[in-house]
């Protein structure tokens, strides 16, 4: 038992130290239990097959589709126009709103939709994020206090009440205490996060370090100044011909960015974007073709192949400017010892060989855009080329031609599958909805990893490999690792022992200091171990210490609830806090700073009136 004791505590030593990844402690840990035969390989690996990691990692690549497809900042601008530019209506508004969707949805799944809104919400109002995503967690558990089916530890001191013969409890019987628990939590976290949670940028508002983002990139080349859009009729001279047969360049000067062909354009779930520049694209009926150059040359070549010209195009991107879905742009400056030096852009024919455009060049101060076949390239030239996102990936090797400048495959990341956002809504609202409705025979992880597959094979995720860039694996290794913590203080004896001593030694001092060392022992035990767990075991004794005392155990079974899910001060106490970590970039530090004082206190006001809500 206290060796078990004793590597509990050097783990939470180091946690809260922060020089030590707090994964590798994870394991480390572990590994310590599994040395001293405290558990078997089995207990010990149990955690990486838990149903909540498993749930952590779907979450992740449901949270990182919302954001690719720019649902998140669609719901945002939304919620935005409640809040305004107010720090503290946009506080509030979060606290909120999660703490309502908190009680009909599970505290994970709630901070799982909430979270690349609010960094979305965070990142348009120029709020550091790291204030708002520590109480979005917090509120999600608030919130599960406001219902019978809110968080597990409801249901199980209703359970153990129906099976001591008492009356069960209502569906909203929970509702007064999660109200006040919500009250303490906003008084507390408003200015405690200004105080502890301003100190820098968190992972997703981090300010880009180098080059410039692509509708920098358009602006600064005129890409967006002259474009116009192009349609093909069922009329056109150029169905069926390729791009390089039209000849556009040579012939009227004009630039043909980009072949955009939609499918399925009036229905929005099912309506899929792709975009072409290979110069043996064979155009059809529909497409639309982005143009770049003077309004009377696009006019001239639209009358020539019976096109119809439409309006001009956003210069933002978006759904008619220019967009950058499939293929990209970047720029390149070309070396001293590089093979282009005095070879023309015709001559090196870069779509041929690296499967590119080249746009323009920047030559110091001046921008060649026109008659650039016959441009002779020099040392130090910028060219703008554009192409598929993998062609450019493929640039960066051509290290003794070339360097490819700033970040291109960091900003394709950043592009949002806009025409992808009903598709994501429609998985998101199908998850949730097989979260909330029993009628609906699907557990919860079930349904996460469903919606996770399907914005992968709905194309809301760009490839598997980028739905794997969104988990946060040492986040996972964290918790999968810390599970199998509270199996070794239950085997062990280390629960049972705080549990009894409990009863012992403060059961004779009346009923509030029995309801305070309840609380307090429970709110104690749920920082090492889940608050699931917690609940089943100190709910009978719980119960038992009131009937030994003569008085209404519901005060007492209560405690036990709000105290297992008001745990605040352990980034591994509940999946909710876990998941805001890395998008934050919290420590342990942090969750004992902000967290520990909100424990604390919120213990402090539930025994004061559980009592007054619930008498004894």
């Known amino acids: 038992m206290w060796i078990t004791i004793l590597i509990l505590a050097i783990a939470a030593a180091f946690f809260m130290s922060g020089k030590v990844r707090s994964d590798l402690v994870a394991i480390c840990s572990l590994l310590m239990l599994l040395i001293f035969h405290i558990l078997t390989p089995e207990e010990g690996l149990s955690g990486f097959s838990n149903s909540v990691v498993i749930m ?71 709020t550091n994020s790291r204030r708002l995503l520590m109480p979005l967690a917090f509120a999600s558990s608030m919130g599960g206090m406001m219902t019978l089916i809110g968080t597990p530890p409801n249901l199980i001191i209703q359970e153990a009440l129906v099976n001591a013969g008492y009356e069960p409890l209502s569906f909203f019987s929970f509702l007064p205490v999660g109200l006040v628990c919500l009250a303490v939590g906003v008084i507390v976290l408003l200015p405690a996060t200004k105080w502890f949670l301003t100190g820098k940028k968190a992972e997703n508002g981090e300010e880009r370090k180098n080059g410039k983002s692509l509708s920098e990139l358009a602006q600064e080349y005129d890409l967006t ?58 155009l059809e009926e529909g497409d639309i073709l982005y143009i770049s150059g003077d309004r009377e040359h696009v006019v001239e070549m639209a009358s020539s192949f019976r096109l119809t010209v439409l309006d001009n195009a956003d210069v933002s991107q978006g759904e008619e400017g220019l967009a950058f879905y499939d293929i990209g742009i970047a720029e390149i400056v070309l070396m001293p010892s590089s093979r282009m030096i005095n070879r023309t852009v015709k001559d090196v024919d870069f779509r041929r060989s690296f499967g590119v455009n080249v746009l323009a060049i920047r030559r110091k101060k001046e921008y060649i855009r026109r008659h650039l076949g016959s441009e002779k390239m020099h040392s130090g030239d910028v060219l703008l080329v554009q192409g598929r996102w993998e062609d450019i990936a493929r640039l960066s090797k051509e290290e003794d031609d070339w360097v490819v400048l700033g970040q291109p495959l960091a900003e394709a990341a950043r592009v949002t599958l806009d ?18 409705f029993d009628f609906i025979p699907v557990a919860p992880v079930t349904a996460v990893m469903i919606a996770a597959v399907l914005m992968v094979v709905t194309g809301c995720l760009r490839s598997v490999e980028a739905a794997y860039k969104t988990i946060n694996w040492e986040t996972i290794v964290l918790f999968g690792a810390m599970l199998p913590m509270s199996l070794a203080l239950e085997k062990t004896g280390v629960s049972q022992y705080l549990s009894d001593s409990l009863v012992i030694y403060i059961g004779g001092y009346g009923p509030i200091v029995l309801l305070a060392g309840i609380y307090f022992t429970t709110s104690l035990m749920t920082m090492f171990i889940s608050n ?16 030994h005392a003569g008085v209404s155990p519901v005060p007492f079974l209560f405690a036990v609830a709000v105290a ?53």
């Open 56 to 126: 952590m990692i779907g979450l992740f690549v449901v949270g990182g589709a919302i954001f690719q497809t720019g649902l998140a900042k669609m719901i945002s601008s939304r919620l935005l126009k409640l809040s305004g530019k107010s720090e503290l209506r946009l506080f509030l508004l979060v606290m909120l709103a999660t703490a309502f969707i908190g009680a009909f949805v599970s505290n994970t799944g709630t901070v799982a939709l909430m979270l690349p809104i609010v960094v979305s919400m965070a990142a348009s109002t120029g």
């Open 564 to 616: 297992a899910s008001m745990c605040f001060a352990s980034p591994f106490s509940t999946p909710p806090n876990a998941l805001v970590m890395p998008a934050g970039q919290y420590s342990f530090a942090d969750f004992i700073k902000v967290g520990l004082p909100l424990q604390v206190i919120m213990g402090v006001v539930m025994v004061l009136v559980l009592p007054l809500l619930f008498p004894f």
């Open 532 to 547: 699931t767990v917690t609940a089943v075991l100190m709910a009978p004794i719980a119960l038992q210490s009131a009937v």
């Open 225 to 282: 100044e002259n474009l116009f859009r192009l349609r093909v009729d069922a009329s056109s001279l150029v169905l069926g011909r390729t791009i390089a047969s039209l000849d556009v360049r040579r012939v009227y000067g004009i630039n043909i960015l980009e072949v955009r062909r939609e499918k399925n354009p009036q229905g929005r779930l099912l309506h899929s974007v792709t975009q072409h520049s290979a110069p043996d694209t064979v």
């Open 419 to 436: 025409y992808k956002a009903p598709v994501a809504a429609a998985i998101m609202i199908l998850m949730v909805a097989m979260m909330v």
